[in-house]
C-alpha cells in the first residue's frame, strides 16, 4: 500500500509543478495586470495602453464562425518571421516602412476574454486589419461573397450574415453593391443583419500595435 | 489453451478470466460501439472539412457546413467520440484482467456516465454546428458540456482506482497498469484547469491561448499516449508471448513521459505574446520528450524481436505493432513543430494538423483497433466474422494515415515558405491558396480511405456486439481463412 501512495504521489508532483507554474501562476498573475498609462513626456500623447476594449458582439461572431482556423491574430518578431514586414500588416500602410511592425505581447490582448490568435493562416493575418481595412462595404462585400473580390479566395461565403430581401422605395443605403453572378434577383437587396454589422465593427477595432509606453518597452526589450 | 491439458489450475484461470470478461462486458461494449459510430461520423466529417477548405462552394454556402465550423467538429467528434470513449473501454478491460479484480459493483452507474457522455457530445458537436462554438482549440463545444463529461469519466476513472488499489502486490511491476491509471489521472485534471481556466475566470486573454495549446499537448501525451502505450505493453507480451523486455526501459519511459509531458503547449504560439520564457520550456521538453519516445520505442522493438512474423498472423498485433511504430513518428513531429528553427517555419501551417491526426489517430487508434479485435471477442462470445475486412480496415487505414501525416508534413513545409519568402512581403494569398490545393486534395482523398476503412469497421463491430460473429474456438487469424484450427500459442487464451 505504501508503493500504491508513492504512486499516487510522484504522479501528483510530476505533473502538479508545470501546472502551478504554467497555469495557476500566471493565471492568478494575470488578474493583476492592468492597462498603463502614457506618459506626456515620453511618449508624447496621453491616455492608456491599450487604450479600448475590443468588440465582444463581433468577437462572439468571430468565434462562432470559426475564423480562427484559418485567420491568426498574431505578429510574430522579426528574428522568428517575417509577419513584421509584410506589406500593410501593421499601421504604417507605405510600401516599404521604415520599422518592422512591433510583435504582440500580453497587454495586447487585455480586455479580451480569450485571445484568438489562431490555428492555421490560409488567410492574411488580422492582428492590425483595421489598418489596412477598406471601406466598411467592402468588408462586408467580401464577407458575403470574397469570390467577388479575389477569384482565388478559398474563403467561405457568410451569407447567412445578410438578408436577401424585397427593395421597397429606394435601395437602402447599407445594401452591398454586388455585381455580376453574385447580384441579387432584380428588385432584391442584400443587407447586413445586426451580426454582420457587429463582426465588421469587431474586425475595424483590431489595431493591435499601439505604440507602448517608454516605461514597460524599456522593461520589455532586452539591451541591445 | 487448446492445446496443453486442461489441468485444474489452468481451468480455474479460464473460470476466473472468464468471470472477469463478464463483469465489464455491457460498459466496455457500449463503448467501443458508440466510438466506432463517432469514429464513422469524423471521418465523413474530415473529407467534408478537407473539401470546404479548398472549394468553400462545395454544398452550397450553408452555415452549417463552413469549414469553420467543420473542422472543429471533425476534430471534436475524433478526439472525445472515438478517443475518449474507445479510450476508457479498453482502459477499464485491461485494468480489471491486469488487476485481476472483477467489477464488483456500480456496473450500472457506468451505462449511465456512457449514456451521459454521448449525450452531453451530441449537443455539444450540434452545439458547435449551430453557430455556439468557443473557437478555442479541442473546447469548442459550448460550455454546458464539460462538467458533465467530466463527471462521467469520474465515474469510468474511480472503479479503475480502486482495482488498481485493491490488486497492488508491492513485488509485481505492472506498467500497463500504470499507464491505464495515470490516463484515469491525468485527464480530469488536464481536462478541469483547462475548462475552468478558459470558461470561469474573468479572461485571461492571450495566457488563455497559451492555456488552450497545453490542454490540447497534455490531452494527447498524458492521456491518449498513456492509454495507447498502456495496451502495447499488455498486448505485446500477450500475443508474442514474450515478456516486456525491459523492466529499467519501462520504467524510464513511463516517469520521464509523467514529467516532460505537462510542460509542453505553450510552444505552440512561440513568438507570441506569452512570456517568453513559457514557450521555451514547451519546445524544450517537447524536444526532450525525444528521449521516452525513443526507449518505449527501443523496448517494444526488444520485445517482438524474433516474433515479427506474427505480424502477419494476428490481427491484433498487426495492429498494435503498426500503432506503436507512429508513437516514434509522432514524437519526432512534435519536436519538428515545436523546436524554434523547424518550428517557426511550421507554425500556423497543415503541420499541426497532421500531428494531431498522427498522434490520436496513427498512434493511438491503431493500437486500439487491435485491443478492439483482441477484447471484443472475449465479451461477446464469438469470433471475428471475416479476415478480408480485418485486412481490409487495416490497408485502408495505413495508406490513409500515411497520406495524411506525409502530405500535412509537405504541405506545412510548402506554407511555411510561402508566408516567410522575403519576396511574398508585398504580396497576397493567392500563391499560398495554389499551392495548397493539390494537398488539401490529396487530404480529402486519404479520409475518403479512412473512412472506407471504418465503414466496414463499424459493420463488422456491430455484427460481433450483436452476436453474430464465427461461433467458434479458435480466433480468427489473418493467415488462415476462416479454419477452424487451434492456435499452437498459449498466448491467446
Same mark, same amino acid.
Given at each position: 500500500?505504501?508503493?500504491?501512495?508513492?504512486?499516487?504521489?510522484?504522479?501528483?508532483?510530476?505533473?502538479?509543478?508545470?501546472?502551478?507554474?504554467?497555469?495557476?501562476?500566471?493565471?492568478?498573475?494575470?488578474?493583476?495586470?492592468?492597462?498603463?498609462?502614457?506618459?506626456?513626456?515620453?511618449?508624447?500623447?496621453?491616455?492608456?495602453?491599450?487604450?479600448?476594449?475590443?468588440?465582444?458582439?463581433?468577437?462572439?461572431?468571430?468565434?462562432?464562425?470559426?475564423?480562427?482556423?484559418?485567420?491568426?491574430?498574431?505578429?510574430?518578431?522579426?528574428? &522568428? %518571421?517575417?509577419? +513584421? #514586414? =509584410?506589406?500593410?500588416?501593421?499601421?504604417?500602410?507605405?510600401?516599404?516602412?521604415? @520599422? !518592422?511592425?512591433?510583435?504582440?505581447?500580453?497587454?495586447?490582448?487585455?480586455?479580451?476574454?480569450?485571445?484568438?490568435?489562431?490555428?492555421?493562416?490560409?488567410?492574411?493575418? &488580422? %492582428?492590425?486589419? +483595421? #489598418? =489596412?481595412?477598406?471601406?466598411?462595404?467592402?468588408?462586408?462585400?467580401?464577407?458575403? @461573397? !470574397?469570390?467577388?473580390?479575389?477569384?482565388?479566395?478559398?474563403?467561405?461565403?457568410?451569407?447567412?450574415?445578410?438578408?436577401?430581401?424585397?427593395?421597397?422605395?429606394?435601395?437602402?443605403?447599407?445594401?452591398?453593391?454586388?455585381?455580376?453572378?453574385?447580384?441579387?434577383?432584380?428588385?432584391?437587396?442584400?443587407? !447586413?443583419?445586426?451580426?454582420?454589422?457587429?463582426?465588421?465593427?469587431?474586425?475595424?477595432?483590431?489595431?493591435?500595435?499601439?505604440?507602448?509606453?517608454?516605461?514597460?518597452?524599456?522593461?520589455?526589450?532586452?539591451?541591445? | 489453451?487448446?492445446?496443453?491439458?486442461?489441468?485444474?489450475?489452468?481451468?480455474?484461470?479460464?473460470?476466473?478470466?472468464?468471470?472477469?470478461?463478464?463483469?465489464?462486458?455491457?460498459?466496455?461494449?457500449?463503448?467501443?460501439?458508440?466510438?466506432?459510430?463517432?469514429?464513422?461520423?469524423?471521418?465523413?466529417?474530415?473529407?467534408?472539412?478537407?473539401?470546404?477548405?479548398?472549394?468553400?462552394?462545395?454544398?452550397?454556402?450553408?452555415?452549417?457546413?463552413?469549414?469553420?465550423?467543420?473542422?472543429?467538429?471533425?476534430?471534436?467528434?475524433?478526439?472525445?467520440?472515438?478517443?475518449?470513449?474507445?479510450?476508457?473501454?479498453?482502459?477499464?478491460?485491461?485494468?480489471?484482467?491486469?488487476?485481476?479484480?472483477?467489477?464488483?459493483?456500480?456496473?450500472?452507474?457506468?451505462?449511465?456516465?456512457?449514456?451521459?457522455?454521448?449525450?452531453?457530445?451530441?449537443?455539444?458537436?450540434?452545439?458547435?454546428?449551430?453557430?455556439?462554438?468557443?473557437?478555442?482549440?479541442?473546447?469548442?463545444?459550448?460550455?454546458?458540456?464539460?462538467?458533465?463529461?467530466?463527471?462521467?469519466?469520474?465515474?469510468?476513472?474511480?472503479?479503475?482506482?480502486?482495482?488498481?488499489?485493491?490488486?497492488?502486490?508491492?513485488?509485481?511491476?505492472?506498467?500497463?497498469?500504470?499507464?491505464?491509471?495515470?490516463?484515469?489521472?491525468?485527464?480530469?485534471?488536464?481536462?478541469?484547469?483547462?475548462?475552468?481556466?478558459?470558461?470561469?475566470?474573468?479572461?485571461?486573454?492571450?495566457?488563455?491561448?497559451?492555456?488552450?495549446?497545453?490542454?490540447?499537448?497534455?490531452?494527447?501525451?498524458?492521456?491518449?499516449?498513456?492509454?495507447?502505450?498502456?495496451?502495447?505493453?499488455?498486448?505485446?507480451?500477450?500475443?508474442?508471448?514474450?515478456?516486456?523486455?525491459?523492466?529499467?526501459?519501462?520504467?524510464?519511459?513511463?516517469?520521464?513521459?509523467?514529467?516532460?509531458?505537462?510542460?509542453?503547449?505553450?510552444?505552440?504560439?512561440?513568438?507570441?505574446?506569452?512570456?517568453?520564457?513559457?514557450?521555451?520550456?514547451?519546445?524544450?521538453?517537447?524536444?526532450?520528450?525525444?528521449?521516452?519516445?525513443?526507449?518505449?520505442?527501443?523496448?517494444?522493438?526488444?520485445?517482438?524481436?524474433?516474433?515479427?512474423?506474427?505480424?502477419?498472423?494476428?490481427?491484433?498485433?498487426?495492429?498494435?505493432?503498426?500503432?506503436?511504430?507512429?508513437?516514434?513518428?509522432?514524437?519526432?513531429?512534435?519536436?519538428?513543430?515545436?523546436?524554434?528553427?523547424?518550428?517557426?517555419?511550421?507554425?500556423?501551417?497543415?503541420?499541426?494538423?497532421?500531428?494531431?491526426?498522427?498522434?490520436?489517430?496513427?498512434?493511438?487508434?491503431?493500437?486500439?483497433?487491435?485491443?478492439?479485435?483482441?477484447?471484443?471477442?472475449?465479451?461477446?462470445?464469438?469470433?471475428?466474422?471475416?479476415?478480408?475486412?480485418?485486412?481490409?480496415?487495416?490497408?485502408?487505414?495505413?495508406?490513409?494515415?500515411?497520406?495524411?501525416?506525409?502530405?500535412?508534413?509537405?504541405?506545412?513545409?510548402?506554407?511555411?515558405?510561402?508566408?516567410?519568402?522575403?519576396?511574398?512581403?508585398?504580396?497576397?494569398?493567392?500563391?499560398?491558396?495554389?499551392?495548397?490545393?493539390?494537398?488539401?486534395?490529396?487530404?480529402?482523398?486519404?479520409?475518403?480511405?479512412?473512412?472506407?476503412?471504418?465503414?466496414?469497421?463499424?459493420?463488422?463491430?456491430?455484427?460481433?456486439?450483436?452476436?453474430?460473429?464465427?461461433?467458434?474456438?479458435?480466433?480468427?487469424?489473418?493467415?488462415?481463412?476462416?479454419?477452424?484450427?487451434?492456435?499452437?500459442?498459449?498466448?491467446?487464451?
Amino acid at each position: 500500500m505504501t508503493q500504491f501512495r508513492t504512486f499516487i504521489l510522484a504522479l501528483i508532483a510530476s505533473f502538479g509543478l508545470p501546472w502551478l507554474c504554467l497555469v495557476v501562476v500566471p493565471a492568478v498573475k494575470y488578474q493583476a495586470l492592468s492597462p498603463l498609462p502614457y506618459d506626456k513626456e515620453a511618449d508624447g500623447m496621453d491616455g492608456y495602453y491599450p487604450p479600448v476594449p475590443i468588440n465582444r458582439q463581433g468577437q462572439l461572431v468571430y468565434a462562432r464562425e470559426g475564423c480562427v482556423q484559418c485567420h491568426t491574430q498574431m505578429i510574430r518578431p522579426t528574428q &522568428l %518571421a517575417l509577419d +513584421g #514586414w =509584410r506589406k500593410g500588416w501593421g499601421q504604417d500602410q507605405e510600401a516599404r516602412p521604415a @520599422a !518592422p511592425v512591433r510583435s504582440n505581447e500580453l497587454r495586447d490582448y487585455l480586455g479580451e476574454p480569450y485571445a484568438f490568435l489562431g490555428v492555421q493562416r490560409s488567410g492574411p493575418d &488580422l %492582428a492590425n486589419y +483595421g #489598418w =489596412r481595412a477598406p471601406e466598411r462595404a467592402v468588408v462586408h462585400q467580401m464577407l458575403y @461573397a !470574397p469570390k467577388s473580390q479575389h477569384d482565388w479566395s478559398n474563403m467561405p461565403a457568410f451569407q447567412h450574415l445578410y438578408v436577401e430581401r424585397l427593395a421597397q422605395g429606394p435601395v437602402s443605403s447599407k445594401a452591398l453593391k454586388l455585381t455580376g453572378k453574385f447580384a441579387p434577383k432584380a428588385g432584391y437587396e442584400v443587407v !447586413p443583419t445586426a451580426e454582420a454589422e457587429a463582426l465588421v465593427d469587431y474586425l475595424l477595432s483590431l489595431k493591435k500595435d499601439y505604440p507602448v509606453p517608454a516605461k514597460a518597452a524599456v522593461a520589455a526589450t532586452p539591451a541591445p | 489453451m487448446q492445446t496443453s491439458p486442461a489441468t485444474p489450475d489452468t481451468q480455474a484461470d479460464d473460470l476466473r478470466r472468464a468471470a472477469i470478461d463478464k463483469s465489464v462486458k455491457g460498459p466496455v461494449l457500449f463503448l467501443f460501439l458508440n466510438g466506432a459510430f463517432w469514429l464513422m461520423a469524423s471521418t465523413i466529417l474530415g473529407v467534408l472539412a478537407a473539401v470546404k477548405q479548398f472549394a468553400p462552394d462545395f454544398l452550397g454556402p450553408c452555415s452549417v457546413l463552413q469549414y469553420g465550423r467543420l473542422q472543429p467538429t471533425h476534430v471534436n467528434a475524433l478526439v472525445y467520440g472515438w478517443g475518449v470513449q474507445a479510450g476508457l473501454g479498453a482502459m477499464l478491460w485491461i485494468m480489471a484482467r491486469r488487476t485481476g479484480q472483477e467489477l464488483k459493483s456500480g456496473k450500472s452507474v457506468l451505462m449511465v456516465a456512457a449514456v451521459f457522455w454521448n449525450i452531453a457530445l451530441t449537443l455539444g458537436l450540434l452545439g458547435i454546428l449551430g453557430g455556439r462554438s468557443t473557437s478555442m482549440e479541442w473546447l469548442e463545444m459550448p460550455t454546458f458540456v464539460w462538467p458533465v463529461m467530466l463527471a462521467s469519466f469520474l465515474a469510468f476513472a474511480w472503479p479503475m482506482a480502486s482495482m488498481f488499489g485493491r490488486a497492488f502486490r508491492p513485488e509485481g511491476f505492472m506498467v500497463s497498469t500504470w499507464y491505464v491509471l495515470g490516463a484515469c489521472f491525468w485527464f480530469p485534471w488536464v481536462f478541469l484547469s483547462a475548462n475552468v481556466a478558459l470558461h470561469c475566470l474573468p479572461g485571461l486573454g492571450a495566457l488563455g491561448a497559451g492555456i488552450n495549446a497545453w490542454y490540447v499537448h497534455a490531452l494527447i501525451l498524458l492521456f491518449f499516449a498513456p492509454v495507447a502505450l498502456g495496451a502495447s505493453y499488455y498486448f505485446i507480451p500477450k500475443v508474442t508471448g514474450q515478456p516486456i523486455a525491459s523492466a529499467q526501459l519501462a520504467k524510464l519511459g513511463f516517469w520521464m513521459l509523467a514529467f516532460l509531458g505537462g510542460w509542453t503547449g505553450m510552444q505552440h504560439y512561440m513568438g507570441g505574446p506569452l512570456p517568453a520564457w513559457m514557450p521555451a520550456v514547451g519546445a524544450a521538453s517537447a524536444v526532450l520528450l525525444l528521449i521516452p519516445v525513443g526507449v518505449v520505442g527501443l523496448n517494444h522493438h526488444l520485445t517482438t524481436l524474433g516474433k515479427h512474423s506474427l505480424v502477419a498472423t494476428s490481427p491484433t498485433l498487426r495492429f498494435v505493432f503498426f500503432g506503436s511504430l507512429f508513437y516514434p513518428v509522432s514524437g519526432a513531429l512534435l519536436a519538428l513543430i515545436s523546436n524554434f528553427s523547424t518550428g517557426a517555419n511550421l507554425q500556423f501551417t497543415q503541420a499541426w494538423y497532421g500531428f494531431q491526426i498522427v498522434a490520436v489517430y496513427g498512434f493511438f487508434s491503431m493500437t486500439l483497433f487491435g485491443a478492439i479485435y483482441y477484447i471484443v471477442p472475449r465479451l461477446s462470445g464469438c469470433e471475428w466474422l471475416s479476415v478480408r475486412l480485418i485486412r481490409n480496415h487495416f490497408w485502408f487505414s495505413v495508406y490513409g494515415i500515411a497520406a495524411i501525416v506525409v502530405t500535412s508534413l509537405v504541405a506545412g513545409v510548402q506554407q511555411g515558405a510561402d508566408l516567410n519568402h522575403p519576396e511574398m512581403w508585398d504580396q497576397n494569398f493567392s500563391q499560398l491558396a495554389l499551392n495548397l490545393r493539390p494537398y488539401l486534395i490529396a487530404r480529402a482523398i486519404a479520409w475518403t480511405l479512412i473512412t472506407w476503412s471504418n465503414f466496414w469497421f463499424l459493420v463488422h463491430l456491430m455484427l460481433m456486439v450483436a452476436g453474430l460473429g464465427r461461433r467458434s474456438s479458435a480466433p480468427t487469424l489473418l493467415a488462415h481463412d476462416h479454419e477452424d484450427e487451434a492456435l499452437p500459442n498459449a498466448a491467446h487464451a
